[in-house]
C-alpha cells in the first residue's frame, strides 16, 4: 500500500516520518502545498535533509500554483516535481493508498 504524506504547514518533522515509512520499503510520496512549499527551496535549512528523503525514494510534489503564488517557483530543488490542482487531486483519490495529512 502507498502512503501519501499531505502538508500544508512549514514542517520538517515530516522527513523523519517519510524516511521510517520509506525504510520500511513502502512506496510514499509527499504533496506539498501552501506554506510547506518554502521547504523545497534550494538552500533552505531543511534542503539537506530533503535531498537524502528524496535520495532514498520518497517522491515529493508541490503545488505549482502555491509556488508561483510565493515567488519561489524558479528556487525550487530540482528533485521536485510539479503538479497542479487537476494533478494534485490524481494523487489524492488513487485507490490502494493511505493519505495522511500533516
Do not use: H, W
Not at 53 to 75: E, F, H, M, N, P
Amino acid at each position: 500500500m502507498k502512503t501519501v504524506l499531505f502538508l500544508n504547514k512549514f514542517d520538517p518533522s515530516f522527513l523523519e516520518i517519510a524516511s521510517g515509512i520509506r525504510a520500511k520499503n513502502e512506496e510514499v510520496c509527499a504533496v506539498l502545498c501552501q506554506d510547506a512549499v518554502y521547504m523545497a527551496v534550494k538552500n533552505d535549512k531543511t534542503a539537506p535533509d530533503f535531498d537524502k528523503v528524496t535520495q532514498a525514494g520518497v517522491k515529493v510534489y508541490l503545488l505549482s500554483k502555491d509556488a508561483q503564488r510565493r515567488g519561489i517557483a524558479r528556487s525550487l530543488a530540482s528533485s521536485i516535481e510539479l503538479v497542479d490542482y487537476e494533478g494534485l487531486v490524481d494523487l489524492l483519490v488513487q485507490e490502494n493508498q493511505k493519505v495522511i495529512n500533516l
